[in-house]
Each structure stands twice: as C-alpha cells, then as structure tokens.
C-alpha cells in the first residue's frame, strides 16, 4: 500500500510570492491534515480537512490556506510569503477525523525555503 | 494553556543501556496521546496510542505508559538503529479539537 506523498519535496520561493503544496493521502483515507514543523515551534497543527471540508484549523493567519478534493488529495496555500514561512510542511492522512482517535500517517513533507 | 512538554531535549545512550523519554502535558478534555518517530529529513512514524491512564503498549524494544500528568516511553537494551528524534502529541477537545505536539527528544544510541 502506497504512502503519504506530498510534492513538491523542495521549494525555493522569494518574499512576497506565493505557493502551493500538494498531498495524496493513503487510498482509502478520507481525513488530511497540515503541520508546519520548524527548529524553534516545533510541529504545528495548522488544518484538517476531512470530505471535502475544513474540520479543525490551528492559530495560522488568514494567509495559509487549503482545500481537498474529491479523491482525498489536498492543497495548501501559502500567500505572501514571509521568511519565518521558511520550515518542512508535512501532511498526514487518516481513515476517518483525526479527531475521533485515528492513527495519523505523515508524508515525508515539503521543504520550502523562503529568500 | 494546553502544553505538552517533553524531556530531556536531547539523550545519548551507549547500546544496550536501558532508558526513559518523558512526555508530560497539561490539557484540559485529553482524548488520546501519540508517540512517534522522526528520522532525519523524513516524516514522523507513528509508534502508539494511549488513551487513559494506567494503559501501556508494547513494540520490540519500545514501552509507552501513561498517567494523569504524562507519559513515558521506556526503550530497553537500544540499539543504533533507534536513534532517531521521539516526538509526542496530546488530543485535545478544547473550543475545537486540536494535536498538540511536543517539542521532542533527541535520541543518539552509540554501538
């Protein structure tokens, strides 16, 4: 069974600039979430997206935004960029909400570096 | 505030020697907490779930426990290949649902 994927793995973009990742999740998985993992904050919960719709979102501003598709696959949005934007984006995917005890699978993340 | 805190930052171990990662956290309406795995330039593995206090699950070398304050991850005879960073995450129910994570610990096993 394949895994979480997400692509691009790395990204270089410019202030200013804006960017979109994008995540398959596990066949079959219905749920996908978005964390932003840095040195100094750590991994930080920023949404959840289950059928189509947005389910949980963390403390991130108006400018970082997603969506998911029909087959699962989702997208997150990233506009303006500033250079604290700079960290490794992983997605994660789970049968039903992460919220009702499911077992998060994680994709091996996309590394943006913000100039 | 929901925080989660896990100790010590960082803990290098010779082969074989027998220790213990803690993960402790304040959260109000806890609904699970998660352990995983992170190797370098990789995504985090998912090792186990613990939803109430007293439950304890086992995988090879790996123990995780958990009490009312924290939990512990107890790795027994390591090996090498179980250096890697330990990351824990507490379920909260708090004006919405939300995985709060920990900052990790760092863990080096020396042959």
């Known amino acids: 069974k394949a895994g979480v994927t997400q692509t691009p793995r790395y990204l270089i973009k410019t202030r200013g600039q804006q960017v979109t990742l994008s995540c398959s999740p596990i066949s079959g998985h219905r749920s996908v979430s978005w964390y932003q993992q840095t040195p100094g904050q750590g991994l930080q919960f920023l949404f959840e997206y289950f059928s189509e719709t947005q389910r949980n979102k963390g403390n991130f501003p108006g400018r970082f935004s997603g969506r998911q598709f029909s087959n699962s696959r989702s997208e997150m949005n990233v506009s303006t960029l500033e250079l604290g934007d700079s960290a490794l984006y992983l997605c994660?995917?789970?049968?039903?909400?992460?919220?009702?005890?499911?077992?998060?699978?994680f994709g091996p993340g996309t590394r943006l570096t913000v100039l | 505030e929901d925080q989660v805190t896990q100790s010590p930052e960082a803990l290098r171990l010779q082969e074989g020697e027998s220790s213990s990662l803690n993960c402790s956290y304040t959260v109000s309406g806890l609904r699970g907490l998660f352990w995983y795995r992170q190797d370098p330039g990789k995504g985090p593995e998912f090792l186990f779930t613990l939803y109430s206090a007293g439950e304890e699950k086992e995988k090879e070398r790996l123990k995780a426990t958990l009490t009312k304050k924290e939990s512990f991850l107890h790795i027994t005879a390591p090996k090498p290949e179980d250096s890697a960073t330990y990351l824990c995450?507490?379920?909260?129910?708090?004006?919405?649902?939300?995985?709060?994570f920990g900052a990790g610990t760092r863990l080096f096993v020396k042959a």
């Open positions: 995450a507490v379920q909260a129910n708090t004006g919405g649902f939300k995985t709060i």
């Open positions: 994660a995917s789970s049968l039903g909400l992460a919220a009702s005890y499911n077992e998060q699978f």
